[in-house]
């Protein structure tokens, strides 16, 4: 066992990395991507726990999906697994509607960033698992050894983690924690901050974000208080 997991630990590993890369790029996809470059490794720590909080999140669904694949493996005949797929071409079309809505829609219904994203994000996970789901229907039911569709899946999940890293930034971005911040030059007020780090703070005041290094910084208040939280 333990052997097994020293085999697969470098690409666990490269994965995990990987993963990490493409969340800080939806994450930072709305705040501007040149901030990208202002993060040190307490911003890749930052991010693997957001990470970390919406796989933990996921993990309710698991054990669900851990019996969903195991029933389809061992009850499931083929002509249940084609009419299993047919419903999965279904839920493509829903989720494809709700893209479609998502991105072109009356702003009436989905006014925000977050909104829209949060849709997206549902596509994603909904695309995600069908295809899942229909791969291993071809698979281990009908017995089609084609991997063709890992690609797809592949795309999929790469697309479900940015979207995962945009909504979080969204939900910072429209957070009511706001900061009064004191620096060198003068006060801002009414500020969010995004990330905080040992080379200084990323914010967003007035619509925009903004990078003041911590040597820039005299004090930061919050607008808030700890009995406003509960």
Do not use: C
């Amino acid at each position: 066992m333990l052997e097994r997991f020293n085999v697969l630990l470098p690409t666990i590993s490269i994965a995990a990395l990987a993963a990490l890369s493409i969340f800080n790029v939806g994450y930072f996809w709305r705040i501007g991507l040149h901030f990208l470059g202002v993060i040190d490794l307490s911003n890749i720590v930052y991010s693997f726990g957001l990470a970390a909080v919406i796989l933990g999140m996921l993990a309710f669904f698991v054990p669900s999906i851990v019996r969903h694949f195991s029933k389809i493996s061992s009850q499931i005949s083929a002509r249940s697994a084609r009419q299993m797929i047919f419903l999965v071409k279904v839920i493509y079309l829903i989720g494809g509607a709700l893209g479609w809505f998502a991105l072109f829609g009356p702003k009436t219904y989905l006014q925000s960033h977050l909104s829209q994203d949060a849709v997206m994000l549902l596509v994603g996970v909904l695309g995600l698992f069908g295809l899942v789901t229909q791969w291993w229907l071809k698979f281990s039911v009908l017995g089609d050894k084609n991997v063709a569709e890992i690609s797809f899946i592949a795309m999929f999940t790469i697309g479900t983690i940015f979207l995962a890293g945009s909504v979080v930034s969204d939900l910072q971005l429209s957070s009511i924690d706001t900061y009064d911040v004191t620096t060198k030059t003068g006060v801002l007020q009414k500020t969010r901050i995004i990330r905080s780090s040992s080379t200084g703070f990323i914010l967003f005041v007035d619509g925009r974000a903004l990078f003041v290094p911590g040597s820039e910084v005299l004090l930061l208040k919050s607008n808030f208080s700890p009995d406003e939280r509960q």
